[in-house]
Structure formats: C-alpha cells, structure tokens
C-alpha cells in the first residue's frame, strides 16, 4: 500500500505542477494579449489623423488650395491632425520611458516649485477658461523620488483638472508629507460616473470619445500616472461626481 500512496503522491504533484504551469501560460497569454491589444490601438489612433492628413493634402493639391478661404480651414484640420500625432507618440514614449526609470537614482525635488512649473505650462489653457488654480502646501517642502516616474503623475492629473472644467472653475492641489506623500488635484469639472471611474486607468479608455478626443487627450494620461505609481510603489484613489468635479489622491511611501 505504501507503493500505491508513492505513486498517487508522485501523481498528486506532477497534476500540481501542470496546474502550476497552465497558470504560468494564462499569465503568459493575458501579457501577450495586453500586448497585441496595445500595438493595435496605437495602430488605430496613430491611422486615424494620418489618414486625415493625407487626404487634405491631396484635396488641397488638386485644387482646393486656389481658394484661401478652403486653404485655411484645411490647414487648421491638418495642425490638429499633426498636433494629435505629436501628443500620442509623446505619450507613448512616455509609457516606455517609465520602464528605464525604474533604475534611476532618487533625488529630493521641491514639490512647490515643480507642481507650480506645471501650472505655469498650462498658464495660457488657464486662462482661456479663467480657471484658478491653487497650490497649497509647505513651499520648502522636498520630496525624495524618482523624477522621471513623478513628474509625469502631477503633470498629467493637473492637465487633466484644466481640460476637463468648464469656465470658471477652481483647480487645487494640495500636498503634504507624514510617513507618505500626499498629493490631490481636485476639479470643479465635468466629474466621471461610477462605472467610468474603475476604467479610465486603461490604456485608451476615454469617458466620451469625442469630447475628449476634441480636448486634444490621446487616452493614455491616466494609465501613465497609474502605471508611473506603481513603479513608486504608491496607489491612487479617485472621487467623483458627474456635474460635481473629480478629486485624485495619490500616496507615495519612502523610497
Ligand atoms: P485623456 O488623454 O483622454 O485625457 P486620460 O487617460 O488622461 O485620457 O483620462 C481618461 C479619461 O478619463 C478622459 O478621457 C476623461 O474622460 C476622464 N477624465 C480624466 N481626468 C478627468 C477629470 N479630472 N475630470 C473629468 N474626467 C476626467
């Protein structure tokens, strides 16, 4: 019997080890799937203004550029066009730079100083809209991190607060430093439902694709921010109401 209790136990764990290995390859699979998933909405998008692009510019050679008028208008289309381009291949670079940082040395940055440089890069949306913008927080507080994988989670949730409020509005990011980094950037803007709020961390995902494609988004901000937080090893919270505003909080540990 001891033979039989040998080969069932040889059994039991030759079926662990496949179940083990059929787990591996779902892992396997699921990352190939993210990947291919990925290639072909970068594909998508970057076809979409392309496309664009090049039948303005046929239309304009065969003739339409003899009217000013036509000129003008096709031309404004076409530096959307490019400008959508640049924004995507800008974030995409973004997305695999974040991967190299991982290896990069931590450095004490003057939170004020970065957060209110941000502000100051959107000065002219700001103002368009007339929104305010508030930083509150110790203005000689440091902050020891990883550059390249903090700069891009401010940079785009403050982006984020400026396009999506309406005129008006009040934008305030807020921080401070316990045994964590607490950073928030609320909006008074446009908010995002319930079922929106577990999506919009994916790669692509957009609440409204046509006004947040027009707001010259490419879909890839937040999965930057998020993926640049756990990189930090932090996390990321979000509170939101449609036709309220939207609150993130980010917490980072020490480094
Ligand atoms: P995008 O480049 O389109 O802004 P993001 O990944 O940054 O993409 O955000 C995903 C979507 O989440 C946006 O398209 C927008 O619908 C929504 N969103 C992000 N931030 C805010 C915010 N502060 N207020 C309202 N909606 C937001």
Redesign the pocket.
């Known amino acids: 019997s001891e033979r039989v209790l040998d080969i069932d136990a040889r059994l039991f764990n030759e079926q662990r080890q496949i179940l083990v290995m059929s787990y591996d390859m779902t892992q396997v699979r699921q990352l190939e799937k993210m990947q291919q998933d990925f290639v072909s909405n970068v594909s998508h998008e970057l076809k979409t203004p392309v496309t664009s692009l090049i039948g303005f510019t046929e239309t304009l050679l065969d003739g339409a550029k003899d009217d000013p008028e036509t000129t003008t208008a096709f031309l404004q289309i076409m530096e959307k066009d490019a400008k959508r381009l640049q924004a995507l291949i800008q974030?995409i670079i973004q997305l695999s730079k974040g991967q190299q940082a991982l290896d990069d040395p931590v450095q004490p940055v003057f939170l004020y100083e970065l957060l209110n440089q941000i502000a100051e890069n959107y000065a002219t949306q700001r103002k368009a809209k007339d929104l305010t913008l508030t930083i509150n927080g110790d203005p000689d507080l440091t902050w020891s991190t990883k550059v390249a994988l903090f700069y891009p989670i401010a940079k785009?949730?403050i982006?984020?607060?400026i396009?999506?409020?309406p005129e008006g509005k009040k934008i305030t990011i807020t921080y401070a430093v316990t045994d964590v980094l607490t950073l928030t950037?609320a909006?008074e803007?446009?908010?995002?439902d319930s079922d929106?709020q577990q999506r919009?961390?994916e790669r692509f995902?957009?609440?409204?694709k046509a006004?947040?494609?027009q707001?010259?988004?490419?879909?890839?901000?937040?999965?930057?921010?998020k993926e640049s937080i756990e990189k930090l090893g932090g996390k990321i919270e979000v509170q939101?109401h449609p036709g309220v505003?939207?609150t993130?909080t980010v917490i980072l540990p020490v480094l």
């Open positions: 974030d785009n949730l982006e984020n607060a396009k999506y409020s950037v909006d803007g446009f908010g995002i929106d919009i961390f995902y957009r609440v409204d006004r947040d494609r707001s010259g988004g490419t879909g890839l901000g937040l999965a930057i921010v939101s505003g939207s993130f």
